[in-house]
């Protein structure tokens, strides 16, 4: 079975891949390179022996989506992850961020509507529950108002796939993650930010290995164990495994409604000075941070109930959080010392 997967040598994606490719599906996979880089394909050859068919596309080229479903036509599902999804980019040009993240979306339906049978899995976020009121988060938690107009970008699309599930053949399953982390233990793929990271780990990593003089802690006056903020950080082969396990559920026709929705996490809250605790105990070395006042747009505290995916789908990860931050750190210390 041939699966489309846009934005596959992405972070998640290129996860994603491996796990679908050691599954046996026939990956095809869009990426405009915005954010990622060819050499990912070795990476993932290199884990599973097989190299995915790759085509470089801007998804925003709607003729040039058209022509690539004409000539995939054996394209059976779409596991759908390339989006911009800088929280604090998308403030200061949300025009780039409708465009890229919407435009995109409807140019995917358009061409999987016209199908007998097609399985569309969509990358969301927890960040459409804004700060919820309750924690954990269940998938039954009222989406807030957006804060930021990436957030918007996912609860748009969100309810697009939904009015579109009812009038079409297309089945889908909504994937809300938490905070992925971490890298394939082989080390043959990992998370490669451009530029100063924006996401916590990425950067401890970073300053572990001196490209950083010191990590800025944003806040540490929130209501929270120790004052800093609280997320659920999820391993990312953890998430990859959950991306398949939700596919198949729609190809074996498991899925009890047309539209499903999960929230993927591990559960459990980590505060920002636990992860750097973590970090420090997994490389044996002192990380030097320094508390700076909060950063806009950041919630206290956000991690997942995980009963629904734990049950329905089966689902349950198996890293622990020490064990996400020492595949990144290898993953890290590879990167650098082979450039
Ligand atoms: C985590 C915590 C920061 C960097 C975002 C998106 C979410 C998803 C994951 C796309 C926060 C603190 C961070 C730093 C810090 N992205 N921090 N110093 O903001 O929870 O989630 O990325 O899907 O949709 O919203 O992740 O890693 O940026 O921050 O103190 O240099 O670490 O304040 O408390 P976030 P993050």
Same mark, same amino acid.
């Given at each position: 079975m041939k699966i489309l997967v846009t934005g596959g040598l992405g972070f998640i994606g290129s996860h994603t891949v491996v796990e679908l490719q050691n599954e046996g599906f026939e990956v095809v996979i869009i990426d405009n390179l915005s954010n990622s880089s060819e050499e990912v394909l070795k990476g993932i050859a290199a884990i599973t022996g097989k190299t995915p068919v790759f085509e470089k596309l801007d998804l925003r080229e709607k003729a040039s989506v058209q022509d690539f479903f004409k000539r995939?036509? !054996?394209?059976?599902g779409v596991i759908h992850f390339a989006a911009s999804k800088a929280v604090g980019e998308s403030v200061g040009n949300p025009l780039l961020y409708y465009e890229n993240n919407i435009n995109t979306l409807v140019y995917l339906l358009q061409e999987l509507q016209q199908k007998p049978d097609a399985h569309f899995i969509f990358s969301s976020?927890?960040?459409?529950?804004?700060?919820?009121?309750?924690?954990?988060?269940?998938?039954?938690t009222p989406v807030q108002t957006a804060m930021s107009p990436y957030g918007n970008t996912k609860q748009i699309g969100e309810e697009i796939i939904a009015d579109v599930t009812k009038v079409s053949s297309i089945n889908a399953i909504l994937l809300r993650y938490f905070n992925p982390i971490g890298s394939h233990p082989s080390a043959e793929i990992g998370e490669l930010p451009m530029?100063?990271?924006?996401?916590l780990v990425p950067f401890i990593t970073q300053t572990g290995m001196g490209l950083r003089a010191v990590l800025s802690v944003?806040?540490? !006056?929130?209501?929270?164990v120790d004052g800093t903020c609280v997320r659920d950080y999820i391993h990312v082969v953890d998430l990859a495994k959950a991306h398949v396990i939700a596919l198949q559920r729609l190809v074996n026709k498991k899925?009890?409604?047309?539209l499903e929705t999960f929230n993927l996490g591990t559960g459990t809250g980590s505060s920002v000075l636990e992860v750097i605790q973590a970090f420090e105990k997994v490389s044996g070395q002192k990380l030097p941070y320094t508390i700076v006042p909060r950063r806009e747009g950041d919630v206290t505290s956000a991690y997942a109930n995980t009963d629904k995916a734990n049950t329905i789908l089966d689902w349950k990860t198996q890293s622990t959080l020490e064990e996400a931050i020492a595949s990144a750190w290898k993953w890290e210390q590879k990167v650098r010392n082979s450039r």
């Open positions: 995939h036509s !054996d394209v059976s976020s927890c960040t459409v529950y804004g700060q919820a009121e309750v924690m954990p988060i269940a998938e039954t530029g100063v990271p924006q996401n944003y806040g540490n !006056d929130y209501p929270t899925n009890s409604d047309k």
